[in-house]
DNA sequence: TCCTCGTACAACCGGTGGTTGTACGGCGGC
DNA sequence: GCCGCCGTACAACCACCGGTTGTACGAGGA
């Protein structure tokens, strides 16, 4: 069958004026062309939908039977349209299998932009499965923080730092450091830091490993992990044992728990957010996520910092 | 929006089947045709359906949203035709506002073809607005006798003198008549006979005056109509009242009425039936129709018949 | 009877959508 | 690791579909 939906929209023009004419000027056409469309839809379906009357056409019995279809067809192909219109469907962030820091961000940015809506994932994929992801379509973004140089990238996939993310050494009050107003990498040197659940093999514990070894300290990244809460708990009874935290994780630990948030500087080890999303989606909420990153994390970019060596 | 069928199909096709070649040649176009039109899709959309892999192609998220709304449209275009396929509609017959024996015609119609759908209408109307309605497709068919040049009806518009129907006279026991095997019209010439309920405007109403005036008979087609039952009753507990009646006639009268069915002969007055139709409606009960009035009343077609002038 | 209104038919024409031919890129086999 | 295969994208060309203008025809209304 070859109807055609310009067709079926002519139909029903045709059938709600009444009139050829009034019909073909609505849509712009010549009224010849609205009586050839007409015509050979008729034809195709092998019966008369309208009735040529001196003052116009009215539908015939077959007609009545057709147009509450016709308008169907229509309204489903207008649905069709719909459902692809951007910022019409979630965008889907992927968090790299680590939700602790990065969630912190899409928090943040879900209470400035609550209009975006999120369907914030973590595959808990290899870096080059998430790169396919974003290429094929399948994520809109994911945050990363590996560096590839630009071509080596598939085409049409763009990989951005966004965000470098301070993070901060956490204490229980017996802590030796815990009066300090900040601290530096090297002050971590012989301190216990517990960093449970960061496998060699992921991001974060390549990141705590290397910083580790460039500073001499003593990095825990392959303990078990009971959890944040229980982390937490470990270290507000240790006078020993501390760990890192980004300062945007949403963590809502045990009330009464006494903990110490100290800044680390000179340099200052920052965790380097980029935002892997292809060139050409057009999703609005896309836009409005790189934006507000861009905006909303820009102060300690500054030299003084530490990266790893692979994000440089 | 300039969206067109064949590339909904030609979306579908490739998500079913995952490459473009293999969708193409389901098609019947090339591969180059199927990539032109998804491409163009895309483009009238905004947003990626599909993400090229050396393997095919696969669904972008905005695809797999697109995807059931795409089918959906399909399948209320199949819905359209469908609706209009000839035989998916009642067959709308008219029986010119006199229903008595014209649907004793459709009811055997009906015993014979039970398959056909039926919707069988009286408007009530003049004979130009039967022949206006038969040819503007408000109705399939009409019943009616008059009989008019083939070149004074509309163009498309046929009327075919499908059956004559004998009419019967009914008496009742102690009518003079009632012992009767046959009467001839000239037989009735002096009593009363009553049509009740048929004014001279009408078709039948002028039938009857018509063959009133030929045989000199005594024929009340003004009076008051109390219904069929009330008039039968009437000629049953009447020795001078008769009345007459098609063959066929659906009528469930009281039980235990004891009436006289008399045929007329020499010349029998017949009911010329014309039915009228478009010669391009497709209907398949139309032609049903038309068939079984041509093969089940062939029969008393003979020259000792009697039709009113205006039908002949 | 004439005029007006509305649709159908004819001839012409431009643009859309097809085709073939070719380039390019990624994966798998040798 | 290189080459060949497979699959899609781009370019050029062309036919045909669907539009336009011009005109005929039929039916009501004044």
Same mark, same amino acid.
């Given at each position: +069958?070859?109807?055609?939906?310009?067709?079926?929209?002519?139909?029903?023009?045709?059938?709600?004026?009444?009139?050829?004419?009034?019909?073909?000027?609505?849509?712009?056409?010549? &009224?010849?062309? $609205?009586?050839?469309?007409?015509?050979?839809?008729?034809?195709?379906?092998?019966?008369?939908?309208?009735?040529?009357?001196?003052?116009?056409?009215?539908?015939?019995? =077959?007609? &009545?039977?057709?147009?509450?279809?016709?308008?169907?067809?229509?309204?489903?192909?207008?649905?069709?349209?719909?459902?692809?219109?951007?910022?019409?469907?979630? #965008?889907?962030?992927?968090? +790299?299998?680590?939700?602790?820091?990065?969630?912190?961000?899409?928090?943040?940015? /879900?209470?400035? /932009?609550?209009?975006?809506?999120?369907?914030?994932?973590?595959?808990?994929?290899?870096?080059?499965?998430? #790169?396919?992801?974003?290429?094929?379509?399948?994520?809109?973004?994911?945050?990363?923080?590996?560096?590839?140089?630009?071509? &080596?990238?598939?085409?049409?996939?763009?990989?951005?730092?966004?965000? =470098?993310?301070?993070?901060?050494?956490?204490?229980?009050?017996?802590?030796?450091?815990?009066?300090?107003?900040?601290?530096?990498?090297?002050?971590?040197?012989?301190?216990?830091?517990? +960093?449970?659940?960061?496998? &060699?093999?992921?991001?974060?514990?390549?990141? %705590?490993?290397?910083?580790?070894?460039?500073?001499?300290? =003593?990095?825990?990244?392959?303990?078990?992990?009971?959890?944040?809460?229980?982390?937490?708990?470990?270290?507000? =009874?240790?006078?020993?044992?501390?760990?890192?935290?980004?300062?945007?994780?949403?963590?809502? %630990?045990?009330?009464?728990?006494?903990?110490? +948030?100290?800044?680390?500087?000179?340099?200052?080890? $920052?965790?380097?957010?980029?935002?892997?999303?292809?060139?050409?989606?057009?999703?609005?909420? #896309?836009?409005?996520?790189?934006?507000? #990153?861009?905006?909303?994390?820009?102060?300690?970019?500054?030299?003084?910092?530490?990266?790893?060596?692979?994000?440089?």
């Amino acid at each position: +069958m070859e109807v055609d939906l310009e067709t079926v929209r002519t139909v029903v023009a045709v059938a709600e004026e009444g009139q050829f004419q009034v019909a073909a000027q609505e849509l712009g056409v010549s &009224q010849q062309a $609205v009586s050839k469309r007409v015509a050979a839809l008729e034809a195709e379906l092998g019966v008369r939908l309208f009735t040529r009357v001196p003052r116009g056409a009215r539908l015939t019995l =077959d007609g &009545q039977a057709f147009l509450p279809h016709a308008k169907a067809v229509l309204r489903a192909l207008e649905k069709a349209t719909a459902s692809v219109r951007p910022g019409r469907r979630p #965008l889907r962030v992927d968090v +790299m299998g680590t939700r602790v820091m990065t969630a912190g961000l899409l928090q943040d940015f /879900h209470r400035a /932009h609550p209009e975006v809506a999120l369907d914030v994932v973590a595959l808990g994929a290899a870096g080059k499965a998430v #790169l396919a992801a974003v290429r094929d379509g399948s994520l809109d973004a994911a945050f990363w923080a590996r560096r590839i140089p630009e071509d &080596q990238l598939p085409p049409g996939v763009r990989s951005e730092r966004v965000v =470098d993310e301070p993070i901060l050494l956490v204490t229980g009050t017996g802590h030796p450091l815990a009066g300090a107003d900040a601290v530096t990498p090297a002050d971590l040197a012989g301190h216990r830091i517990r +960093m449970p659940g960061l496998g &060699q093999g992921t991001e974060w514990g390549a990141y %705590y490993g290397e910083l580790a070894d460039d500073f001499g300290l =003593d990095i825990d990244v392959a303990g078990p992990n009971f959890g944040a809460d229980h982390l937490l708990q470990t270290v507000a =009874d240790s006078a020993t044992v501390a760990t890192f935290m980004g300062p945007r994780t949403p963590l809502a %630990y045990p009330a009464g728990l006494e903990l110490r +948030m100290i800044p680390v500087h000179r340099p200052t080890p $920052v965790y380097p957010h980029s935002l892997l999303r292809r060139d050409d989606n057009p999703h609005p909420g #896309l836009a409005a996520l790189r934006a507000h #990153l861009l905006r909303a994390y820009s102060e300690p970019r500054g030299s003084d910092t530490w990266v790893p060596a692979w994000a440089r």
